[in-house]
Structures are given as structure tokens and as C-alpha cells.
């Protein structure tokens, strides 16, 4: 019996995107899978119940219907624990499962025997690359994050030279370049403005300079015997925490995207680093929702200490629902090929190395041992 897929409205506050697009929803068909999506899923981002229903899916507004007929249920983030006791047992959970967010809706799957794959948790392989969901909106996080930088930046980001006299181009410096501090500097780049960036992987500093932007080190000879890198000594630390201080001193805006899943936001700029900042800066806080790497950072909000603003925006990515529905449906679609076979049934193989390690919940158990950790620690 072919499997059915089924998606519903995100109920999340704030949430406009929506786990699959027409386009994937026409290839799940095509492939036998039957698909149910819930009247107007897709409408924040665009996508209409007309354009689900002409892909083949079909349109349902009983929302206990749809999580009740689900084999396979695909999420941006897991639903409420009451609608989890609405899915039938055994039933997959694919998505963000935001464990320290969401305890008690893990704890429920748990209890009902549900099947719950985090998408955070694929492994960084090659074979699982086009199913990276943390890449994907990592990449539309980035590139809005240098957008809302402009947008409260009392400056013009690129040079311009004009009757009314030559305006010198922003300052925007990026911490952490990873697939967010990358983005941000190529579009912070393409807006005009002079970009450096700062990672403590030195391999990082290729791909910085290949975009534009100037790469912050310092001149250190950190190789140990063998070719590998020796640890900083206490010195070097303090020499490298002043060059970044500096930078911010002088930077007019400051984008920040350390973030380490399942774990508190590492703090790079201190109150008193703020302090020393050029009046009308601005700070872009991408780890807000996970404590901030602003010392003053609040998640949600913006706030104004001594005329900087350090801006601390949730779900950066839900702000561009269109393309982050549909990179982010592509990524679930890869996902599903290994939990769905050819002929539309389901054939999961919990060996399989991208399964295995992305597995949160399984036959009553929470096979992922810091979730585990953490649902049990708060019973």
C-alpha cells in the first residue's frame, strides 16, 4: 500500500513556511505517494491550495484527519503534544526537532511510539549533502541578516560619489564564517560595502577572501610536528581577542552567526565591547534564539546601549518563506528517498548511516543520547 505523506500548517508563532512546495509535491505524486496537505499550509509562502491541488495533492481542512491518516508526517517544527496523540502509532516525524524547545512534544512521541528524524542531526557527509536543512536556511538566514544590518544602519553601505560629495563606504565585519557568515558577506559585499570577517577556523579565511572580504589574523606560526596545529598559547589568545575588539570598534555594522545546535550561543561581543562601538553601529545577533553572541542580545527584540543597536531577530529564514519553503522541501524530498522506495512504500533501513545518525525517537525510545539527557532531566 502506498505510503501517505501529509503536511500541516506550521502553527509556530511567526512561522510562514511551509515543509513541501507543488514542485516536490508533484514528484512525491508522480513516484505513488499519496499526499494530503492542509488548506492554506502554504499560503504565507505563496504557495496556493490550487497549486498543491493541481500537483496532486490532496486538500484537506480537517486538520485531526490529516495527522490521524499520516504515515509520514513532514515538519518544520514538531507539532504540540496533544496533536502528536492525534498521529497513529509508529507513525515518522520528519523535521527541525529543536529538542530543548520542544521537551514535552518529544517526550509524547516517546510515549506513542512515533518515529521522529531530526533534520539538525543529519550527518555532514557528502551522501547527505542535499539533504541539509541547517545549510540551506543557514544560507537564507545570511543573506536577510546583511539585509536588516542595512536596514538599520543610519549609514549608505557602498561608495558613492555624487555633486553633493563622495560618501565612503560601510564597514561590516562578520563573525563566524560559516554557511550563514558567508552569505552574509557576499551580499553584504554585493550592497557595496567593505566587508572583513573573522572565524577561529584559519581554513576559513580561503573562502572569505574568495568572496571579497578581507580575513582577520594574525600573523602566527601555529603549526605543531606533523603538520598540525598547535593550540594558541595564552599570549597569542589574548593577542587575537584584541585584534576582533578592534575590529568592532571600527566596524559600522556587525553580523554574528555562531551557532551550535542543541547548545547555548558561545558570547563574542561583551557589554563593554558595545560600549566602545561607533555611535549609530549596528549589531545583527543570528544566534538570539539560542542566548545570543551579544552579551546584550535579547532574543526577539532590538535594543539601544550608548546609540548601538544590536537587533536580535528570530527565525531569520521564516522572513523569506517562498525560497526557504522550497530549498527546504527539495532537502525533505532527498530525505524521503531513503525512507521511501520507488514504488511509494515505506522501506526505512535504520542502518543506514544518514538514518542513524539523524534518529531521535524510535520504538519508544530516544536513541539520541543528548536529548535523551536532556527530556529525562526534566521529568
Given at each position: 500500500?502506498?505510503?501517505?505523506v501529509?503536511?500541516?500548517?506550521?502553527?509556530?508563532?511567526?512561522?510562514?513556511?511551509?515543509?513541501?512546495?507543488?514542485?516536490?509535491?508533484?514528484?512525491?505524486?508522480?513516484?505513488?505517494?499519496?499526499?494530503?496537505?492542509?488548506?492554506?499550509?502554504?499560503?504565507?509562502?505563496?504557495?496556493?491550495?490550487?497549486?498543491?491541488?493541481?500537483?496532486?495533492?490532496?486538500?484537506?481542512?480537517?486538520?485531526?484527519?490529516?495527522?490521524?491518516?499520516?504515515?509520514?508526517?513532514?515538519?518544520?517544527?514538531?507539532?504540540?503534544?496533544?496533536?502528536?496523540?492525534?498521529?497513529?502509532?509508529?507513525?515518522?516525524?520528519?523535521?527541525?526537532?529543536?529538542?530543548?524547545?520542544?521537551?514535552?512534544?518529544?517526550?509524547?512521541?516517546?510515549?506513542?511510539?512515533?518515529?521522529?528524524?531530526?533534520?539538525?542531526?543529519?550527518?555532514?557527509?557528502?551522501?547527505?549533502?542535499?539533504?541539509?536543512?541547517?545549510?540551506?536556511?543557514?544560507?537564507?538566514?545570511g543573506?536577510?541578516?546583511?539585509?536588516?544590518?542595512?536596514?538599520?544602519?543610519?549609514?549608505?553601505?557602498?561608495?558613492?560619489?555624487?555633486?553633493?560629495?563622495?560618501?565612503?563606504?560601510a564597514?561590516?565585519?562578520?563573525?563566524?564564517?560559516?554557511?550563514?557568515g558567508?552569505?552574509?558577506?557576499?551580499?553584504?559585499?554585493?550592497?557595496?560595502?567593505?566587508v572583513?570577517?573573522?572565524?577561529?577556523?584559519?581554513?576559513?579565511?580561503e573562502?572569505?577572501?574568495?568572496?571579497?572580504?578581507?580575513?582577520?589574523?594574525?600573523?602566527?606560526?601555529?603549526?605543531?610536528?606533523?603538520?598540525?596545529?598547535?593550540?594558541?598559547?595564552p599570549?597569542?589568545?589574548?593577542?587575537e581577542?584584541?585584534?576582533?575588539?578592534?575590529?568592532?570598534?571600527?566596524?559600522?555594522?556587525?553580523?554574528?552567526?555562531?551557532?551550535?545546535?542543541?547548545?547555548?550561543?558561545?558570547?563574542?561581543i561583551?557589554?563593554?565591547?558595545?560600549?566602545?562601538?561607533?555611535?549609530?553601529?549596528?549589531?545583527?545577533?543570528?544566534?538570539?534564539?539560542?542566548?545570543?553572541?551579544?552579551?546584550?542580545?535579547?532574543?526577539?527584540?532590538?535594543?539601544?546601549?550608548?546609540?548601538?543597536?544590536?537587533?536580535?531577530?528570530?527565525?531569520?529564514?521564516?522572513?523569506?518563506?517562498?525560497?526557504?519553503?522550497?530549498?527546504?522541501?527539495k532537502?525533505?524530498?532527498?530525505?524521503?528517498?531513503?525512507?521511501?522506495?520507488?514504488?511509494?512504500?515505506?522501506?526505512?533501513?535504520?542502518d543506514?548511516?544518514i538514518?542513524?545518525?539523524?534518529?531521535?525517537?524510535?520504538?519508544?525510545?530516544?536513541?539520541?543520547?543528548?536529548?535523551?539527557?536532556?527530556?529525562?532531566?526534566?521529568?
Amino acid at each position: 500500500m502506498a505510503v501517505t505523506v501529509a503536511v500541516a500548517k506550521e502553527k509556530s508563532e511567526g512561522e510562514k513556511r511551509v515543509a513541501l512546495v507543488p514542485e516536490v509535491v508533484s514528484r512525491l505524486t508522480k513516484s505513488g505517494v499519496r499526499v494530503l496537505v492542509e488548506s492554506g499550509a502554504g499560503e504565507e509562502a505563496y504557495y496556493t491550495d490550487g497549486a498543491y491541488s493541481s500537483a496532486g495533492a490532496e486538500i484537506m481542512h480537517d486538520r485531526k484527519s490529516i495527522l490521524s491518516q499520516a504515515d509520514v508526517l513532514l515538519v518544520l517544527q514538531p507539532p504540540a503534544p496533544a496533536e502528536i496523540a492525534l498521529l497513529r502509532e509508529k507513525a515518522i516525524i520528519i523535521g527541525f526537532m529543536s529538542a530543548s524547545k520542544n521537551v514535552e512534544s518529544i517526550r509524547k512521541m516517546k510515549e506513542r511510539k512515533l518515529t521522529a528524524f531530526a533534520l539538525e542531526l543529519v550527518p555532514r557527509i557528502t551522501r547527505a549533502q542535499s539533504m541539509d536543512a541547517l545549510s540551506s536556511q543557514a544560507t537564507i538566514g545570511g543573506y536577510k541578516a546583511a539585509l536588516v544590518a542595512a536596514d538599520y544602519s543610519p549609514k549608505l553601505l557602498p561608495m558613492l560619489t555624487t555633486a553633493a560629495g563622495t560618501i565612503r563606504p560601510a564597514k561590516v565585519l562578520i563573525l563566524g564564517a560559516g554557511v550563514a557568515g558567508l552569505m552574509a558577506i557576499a551580499t553584504a559585499r554585493r550592497l557595496g560595502a567593505m566587508v572583513e570577517a573573522y572565524d577561529v577556523r584559519r581554513a576559513a579565511g580561503e573562502q572569505v577572501r574568495s568572496l571579497g572580504a578581507r580575513f582577520l589574523e594574525l600573523q602566527i606560526d601555529a603549526e605543531a610536528a606533523g603538520g598540525y596545529a598547535r593550540e594558541l598559547t595564552p599570549e597569542e589568545k589574548q593577542k587575537e581577542q584584541a585584534m576582533v575588539n578592534e575590529a568592532v570598534s571600527q566596524a559600522d555594522a556587525v553580523i554574528t552567526t555562531a551557532n551550535i545546535p542543541g547548545r547555548k550561543a558561545p558570547r563574542l561581543i561583551s557589554k563593554e565591547m558595545v560600549s566602545g562601538m561607533k555611535p549609530g553601529s549596528v549589531i545583527v545577533d543570528l544566534a538570539a534564539e539560542t542566548g545570543g553572541n551579544c552579551e546584550l542580545t535579547k532574543a526577539g527584540g532590538v535594543v539601544v546601549e550608548n546609540d548601538v543597536t544590536i537587533v536580535g531577530p528570530l527565525n531569520l529564514p521564516g522572513q523569506i518563506p517562498f525560497h526557504a519553503s522550497q530549498m527546504y522541501s527539495k532537502n525533505l524530498q532527498s530525505f524521503l528517498g531513503l525512507v521511501i522506495d520507488r514504488e511509494g512504500k515505506l522501506a526505512v533501513n535504520f542502518d543506514d548511516e544518514i538514518l542513524k545518525g539523524s534518529l531521535m525517537v524510535h520504538d519508544g525510545e530516544i536513541r539520541h543520547a543528548q536529548t535523551k539527557e536532556l527530556v529525562e532531566g526534566r521529568q
